[in-house]
Structures are given as C-alpha cells and as structure tokens.
C-alpha cells in the first residue's frame, strides 16, 4: 500500500500526523497472536512503510476494531469516542472519530490555544480515505459521572476540582473561545486519584472575532442553558452563558443536584426563566455567594471567569482540608437529580 506521510500540524505538540490510505469497515479484531510482526505497525521513522487495517470509525458491532497499531474500544455513552491501546508498547489513549470533511473545523481551536495543564492535547492524528483519527490523553472518568455516583462533594473538595474547571474556562475566553456547551462531561479526570481536571475537548467551541462574543447559537444541553439564550430570538454573550453552566455545575457539585430540574422540557425551562433556585442551609456563606454571582437572570451582573478564580470561597474552603483528597467509591449513593425521568435533558 502507498502511503502519503505529512508534515506535523502546528499545534500538535509533541505529537505525530500520519495518513493512511484506506479505513473501510472491519467486522472483526483479528486476534493479536494471529498478527503477523509489523501488521498493525505505524512507524515514527520517516520513510518507513506503513500499514493499517482497515476501520470506518462508527462500527456497527461493539467489539474492538482496529487501526494501525491501536486497538479501538468504544467508550458507552460517549459516541464517537474510543479508548485506544497501542499493541506494541501497552500505552493506553483516548481516540476521537471525525469525519474528513469535518475534522480540521473541530480541531481548529486547538490551533490557536496555547497549552493549558487543564485542557487535553492533542498527542496525535491518523488520516484514512473518509475518517481522521484524533488521540488524547486517556482519562479516569467525567465529571458527571463522578457526581453520579456521589451524593454530593464536601466543599473542599468541590473547590479544588472546581477551580480547575473554571481555570480552564477562563483560559479560554482569554484566548478569543467560547465553549457554548459546557456540562460536568466535558471534564475529565487525568489521573487515577481523581485530583486533576482537564476539558476534554474543543469540538463544540466557537471561536470570537475581533473580540466580540455575541452569539445567536442556541445548541446546549437543557439543564445547563441560560435564561438569555431561551428569552432571546436575537443574540446574547456567549462568555456570560458560559458563566451561568458554571453556576449549574458548581451547584451540582455542593448540592448533587441541578438547580433546575423538571422532567417536562416546558416546565424545566420555565424554572430557568424565573431563575429561582433553593440553596441548602449546610452550605457556607461564601459558597451561597460565589453560587448567587453566577446563577443572576442578568448575564451583565453575573461574574467573569477570570473574577471567579479571585472569589474568597476557594481559599477559605481550601482552608478546611490539606493536600488533594482521593475520591471514594465507599459508600456512594445516586444523586437525587439522577433519577431516570429524563436523562436526556440533564446532559
């Protein structure tokens, strides 16, 4: 097979760009004893030869596949997403699917952000015939589903991992992004402990220009959109939305559970528009405000990302725990706000 080699992408820091030339449906994972010594093999040596078999990047079955030296197993309830273990050196990697018309737009952000301790890098990207094969860091889990499985986190521990997230954010706007779609499952624990956070992704993000984060985009997960965007036929800021997820997250977190949750579309929005909310009394006073700041109807009085860093609930929280605390699975118990009356709407 000839096989065309590329010049590393710019942004790819660190990492490799190879291109393949055929990824059509595979029905099988031949087992690895039956691989011959180089099947599977994609050199870092330049020049060498190339092989991979064959994989479209959205089997029907859901077994293991196969490209180049990686082995793909889909990840539930994350489509598109696969974790890749490398054959020949064990290394495991997260690997997200695109189609080849659409894979350049939603890398392209990655292009103009500069690196971040909590945003996941691109390590590397294998190009077929019709699907691009994009390789990140293996993760430890979501952040929803962490939450999922707790009942709630104590605030010391919400205001490590939650400064993280925000963290992250702020990167983002500072750089010109708005990520227009921000939930717990977009972050992603990078270690076993489950002490370090990164975004897992910048597919969904929209990139400013000249500025200007006006925005008239109206996709998002239900429980997490702002009253603007559902109030507004014309445009809102797409920095103050984001903010306001920040509020439905970090409510989540302290709570475990939205702060507006109804299993009639209709209804949850209309909660949203009032945007009323209850706080618990356990809660700390500098927690009910850094909450307040951001869940405001008024997305102008709400904070920046960059302004919450600075709130005083991160050091005084922190100021009741030391060192990073490992989670838990002891004990655990479903959060209220996961019953299964409409998981759709609670993304």
């Known amino acids: 097979m000839n096989v065309q080699r590329t010049s590393p992408v710019s942004f790819l820091r660190n990492g490799r760009y190879k291109r393949i030339e055929s990824d059509e449906p595979v029905s099988k994972c031949p087992r690895l004893s039956d691989s011959s010594g180089d099947a599977g093999y994609l050199s870092s040596l330049p020049g060498s030869p190339l092989w991979a078999a064959p994989f479209n990047g959205t089997p029907t079955h859901q077994g293991p596949s196969r490209i180049g030296q990686f082995l793909l197993i889909p990840i539930a309830d994350r489509d598109g997403v696969y974790s890749a273990l490398n054959v020949h050196t064990g290394d495991e990697s997260l690997c997200k699917v695109f189609d ?110 000249e ?55 209709s209804a949850l929005f209309s909660k949203i528009r009032r945007g009323q909310f209850c706080l618990p009394d356990t809660l700390s006073p500098k927690a009910k405000c850094l909450i307040r700041s951001l869940l405001r109807k008024e997305p102008w009085e709400r904070l920046s990302a960059t302004e919450i860093l600075i709130h005083p609930w991160f050091h005084s929280a922190q100021e009741t725990g030391s060192g990073e605390q490992e989670a838990s699975a002891a004990d655990q118990t479903v959060p209220t706000f996961c019953l299964d009356d409409d998981e759709s709407l609670f993304c």
């Open 100 to 209: 080849m018309i659409q894979y350049q737009e939603k890398i392209r952000a990655h292009s103009v952000l500069p690196a971040h301790r909590n945003i996941s890098h691109i390590k590397d990207i294998i190009l077929g015939e019709r699907k691009a094969y994009v390789f990140l860091e293996k993760d430890y889990g979501d952040m929803h589903m962490f939450v999922k499985s707790c009942k709630k986190l104590d605030e010391e521990l919400a205001s490590r991992l939650f400064y993280q997230v925000v963290s992250a954010v702020a990167h983002c706007h500072q750089a010109g992004i708005v990520l227009g779609d921000l939930k717990l499952r977009k972050f992603v624990f990078s270690n076993k402990k489950r002490t370090h956070l990164k975004l897992e992704g910048l597919e969904e993000c929209h990139m400013l220009e």
């Open 211 to 265: 500025g200007n984060d006006s925005m008239s985009h109206k996709h998002g997960c239900p429980a997490y959109v702002s009253p603007e965007i559902l109030n507004s036929s014309g445009s809102y800021s797409g920095k103050q939305a984001d903010v306001w997820s920040l509020g439905v997250m970090l409510y989540t977190l302290l709570v475990g559970r939205y702060p507006f949750h109804d299993s009639d579309p």
